[in-house]
């Protein structure tokens, strides 16, 4: 089918409508009738070419929630007029280790990506700035009642990045957790690190957004740009969600973790990074990373959130104003997450 989308015609132009072809529903797949894309940096980097040569035109997006309009025979996951959500991926190879293991998103034959990708039958994926998409049962999630659909998108990518890092060091109550960065990602991590009941830092560049910080969950909430704050913080996290891209100066970092913490990033600078291992082996700290998370943990993710009353932070734009928040995400003036409402393009 023929469905209408905003692609980006070639790296670094300005988004425009166009149309583009869905493949025909197969026995495996679910079709969605897409409300709500969120924009995530991603995105802007992608079209931008930032990442290196993209199959454009580039339709990006994914974050994605909408209502199932139509099912596969072999489909028992999902019913039409279920409300649904796609994050960043849409197929893995099912068989390898870590497929099996529930770490899709790490699979050993690669994930394919919601956009700009190549799926499993060859054909280039497009993303959620689109009317519709056919993407395999597997990959569907289903989003629980009680979390407003613009809401729940960025979930699927900002919600499972800092999740997934939470709980897989033990966020919880008696741990000290620091989120590095208040922006789509970060403002995901307060409120899901406060949820899982540890005690919130935010460490910023400024104040500027204390008071926001503070409101969505953070008990306390730090300037990076002041020294004092690591000679005073010294040796105090278990765990340090870094959500920045940009380069930081990885020892000061782990200087913050308690013996036994973890500093991990899930912003990724373009740019190799060095550090002492002093800084590791003086305190049996950790440097890590963590991308997304597996279907059934993001599941899990949409559930907690559901229960707890989570969801992002957002502006809800109409399609034409997406090249305009592109460039307010570059200048960081959103709080937290644009999210298109897609039914402006049809
Ligand atoms: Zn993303
Ligand atoms: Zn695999």
Avoid at 225 to 239: H, K, N
Wanted: aromatic share 6%; hydrophobic share 40%; charged share 20%.
């Amino acid at each position: 089918m023929r469905v209408n989308a905003y692609a980006a015609p070639a790296a670094g132009r300005p988004l425009a409508p166009t149309t583009i072809e869905r493949r025909d529903v197969g026995p495996d797949d679910v079709l969605i009738e897409i409300t709500h894309a969120g924009i995530c940096h991603s995105d802007i980097h992608t079209v931008n070419g930032d990442w290196g040569p993209q199959p454009f035109p580039v339709v990006p997006g994914h974050e994605i929630v909408g209502t199932v309009a139509e099912v596969g025979d072999e489909v028992t996951t999902h019913r039409v007029g279920d409300r649904v959500g796609v994050g960043c991926m849409v197929n893995s190879c099912g068989r390898c280790a870590n497929c099996r293991n529930g770490d899709e998103q790490y699979c050993l034959n690669g994930m394919v990506g919601t956009y700009a990708a190549t799926d499993r039958d060859g054909t280039t994926t497009q993303g959620g700035y689109s009317t519709h998409v056919v993407v395999d049962a597997g990959f569907v999630l289903r989003v629980p009642d009680g979390i407003d659909s613009a809401a729940a998108a960025p979930l699927l990518c900002a919600g499972i990045t800092t999740y997934s890092p939470l709980r897989h060091w033990g966020a919880g109550p008696g741990t000290k957790v620091a989120v590095v960065g208040l922006g789509g990602l970060g403002h995901m991590g307060v409120k899901l690190a406060h949820a899982m009941g540890a005690e919130v830092t935010v460490l910023s560049q400024s104040l500027k957004k204390q008071e926001d910080g503070l409101r969505l969950g953070a008990d306390s909430y730090f300037a990076t740009s002041d020294p004092d704050t690591f000679t005073e913080l010294a040796g105090r996290f278990d765990l340090v969600v870094n959500t920045v891209s940009a380069p930081i100066d990885v020892d000061a970092y782990l200087s913050l973790l308690a013996v036994g913490g973890a500093l991990v990033n899930v912003g990724a600078p373009a740019e190799p990074l060095s550090l002492n291992v002093f800084s590791l082996i003086g305190g049996r700290r950790s440097y890590a990373g963590s991308m997304i998370g597996g279907i059934a943990e993001t599941q899990e993710m949409l559930d907690f959130c559901a229960e707890h009353g989570i969801g992002a932070e957002v502006e809800v734009i109409a399609a034409d104003a997406v090249n305009e928040a592109y460039e307010r995400v570059l200048a960081s003036d959103v709080r937290y997450r644009f999210v298109i409402e897609t039914a402006t393009l049809r």
